[in-house]
């Protein structure tokens, strides 16, 4: 066990909690325009704390719109290579006033540092360079060879990493990557995640009159155009929560029976979910799939938000001339993301309302992931990961996508290692994201471990 290591960490907590809300305080939110120099302020902030933890040949590289950060460490002769992954930017705070303290002013209560980011993904990214920076005061040198790719693009679709990685696989070569952006199936039991959903996101606008209309003038005659992409949009799923596009489901592969065996082992409690979690009067989705197959081995169509008419306050009758709706679409192994978005605009042209004229944008799109439980260095990250946290590591799948990870298994041909140290109730994404705090000190710990392990299995 790393005794040096984890002293370390402990004697240093105060600074390193310090730095990460330090982190935390810049405001790196990569979709807004407004907020382009906090993000290269974050990729600049990620290269300096490199250094100072003893990565050499750090890089902030310049890309069409926000940086990505390498570094490295490779004198571990005959030892394998980590490729550690994460991701500085952030999702917007709003809303704002639903947050009980400021977004981005970090705030500890109840052993829990909120502020967003936190978890998702500054608080768990960070640990990595905090375990290397721990191993190189203990022993001096690393275990492990080490490469490190920083993105400040996930929360956007990771456009720029995905154009990155396959033009630079020698630079990026290595035998397994690392990525803590997951959560912990429970508090206290070590997860390995090894499935991941893919992701299609879209905008879909509606255009209807050539210009908002007085709604007594013309009400009734005239295509409103939100009314229209409302109605078309409630015809993708059906009242079982099967979604109703043709093609869907015809490459969706059920789960091993032993995997959803596993699942049934796992201390999962429906009632706490719905109440702990969701938050809502009962849960929807497919009655024949149980709620962990729902979250991690099903497709989706999610609406994520509408705009498009009048809004304000008081009253203005208009017929809205146009209206766009955010909207995603999940998807599971096997499923291809043409393949899928071909069908949607199939779908849209064969039942877009009369009067209404649909434009679909892809923003993004990738193919779902699972990885190989089997590779050795899976095998040495749950044993690490049951060691620091003394129980038995669980194999999930997670229902959300990090687009990397099937990127890396294309172009470089490595697996990944999905050890996240986040929690259920965490709030990624929401108002009052938290970190619990001694998960962050523990993350740490078991990352340095697992490099440890790692390249003690060199040679064996």
């Known amino acids: 066990m790393p005794c040096a290591v984890d002293n370390f960490v402990r004697e240093n907590q105060t600074r390193l909690l310090n730095e990460l809300k330090d982190f935390l305080r810049i405001p790196s939110i990569s979709t807004l325009p407004e907020h382009r120099q906090d993000v290269r302020r974050a990729a600049d902030f990620v290269a300096q704390q490199m250094k100072a933890a003893g990565l050499e040949h750090i890089e902030v590289i310049p890309t069409g719109r926000h940086p990505l950060v390498y570094g490295d460490w490779l004198h571990a002769s005959g030892k394998p290579t980590v490729l550690c992954y994460g991701h500085y930017d952030v999702q917007p705070p709003d809303p704002l006033e639903l947050w009980s303290t400021p977004p981005f002013e970090p705030s500890e209560r109840d052993g829990n540092l909120y502020a967003r980011g936190a978890c998702d993904d500054k608080g768990q990214m960070y640990m990595h360079i905090k375990a290397i920076e721990a191993l190189f005061a203990v022993y001096g040198e690393l275990p492990v060879n080490v490469k490190f790719l920083i993105e400040g693009e996930e929360e956007v679709g990771g456009e720029s990493i995905s154009e990155h990685v396959p033009k630079n696989k020698e630079k990026l070569n290595a035998d397994v990557a690392l990525v803590s952006d997951t959560e912990l199936f429970a508090d206290g039991v070590p997860t390995l995640c090894v499935g991941l959903r893919g992701l299609m996101y879209m905008e879909v606008e509606a255009r209807g009159p050539a210009r908002d209309l007085h ?122 993301p043409k393949k899928i978005v071909a069908a949607f605009e199939q779908w849209i042209r064969e039942n877009t309302p009369k009067g209404i004229q649909i434009q679909v944008r892809v923003l993004s799109a990738g193919p779902a992931i699972v990885v190989n439980p089997d590779h050795p260095a899976i095998h040495v990250a749950a044993e690490a990961f049951s060691e620091m946290l003394k129980a038995p590591t669980v194999f999930i799948r997670s229902g959300g996508s990090i687009p990397i990870v099937g990127e890396f298994a294309e172009y470089l041909g490595i697996p990944t290692v999905l050890m996240g140290f986040g929690l259920p109730d965490d709030g990624l994404h929401s108002p009052n994201e938290k970190y619990r705090i001694s998960n962050y000190y523990t993350g740490i710990m078991t990352i340095a471990h697992f490099l440890e392990k790692y390249g003690q299995t060199a040679g064996q």
């Open 215 to 336: 709604s007594g003038v013309y009400g009734g005659a005239a295509p409103n155009a939100v009314y229209g992409l409302i109605e078309l949009l409630a015809k993708a799923k059906g009242a079982d929560g099967r979604i109703q596009i043709p093609g869907v489901y015809d490459d969706v592969t059920a789960p091993a029976p032993a995997e959803v065996e596993s699942w049934k082992r796992l201390k999962f409690s429906e009632k706490e979910f719905l109440d702990n979690e969701v938050g809502s009067a009962e849960l929807t989705g497919e009655p024949d799939q149980s709620v962990l197959a729902r979250v991690w081995a099903r497709p989706t169509f999610e609406v994520h938000g509408i705009a498009g008419g009048f809004t304000g306050a008081g009253a203005k009758t208009v017929i809205p001339a146009k209206a766009v709706a955010k909207v995603s679409m999940r998807l599971v192994p096997n499923q291809d």
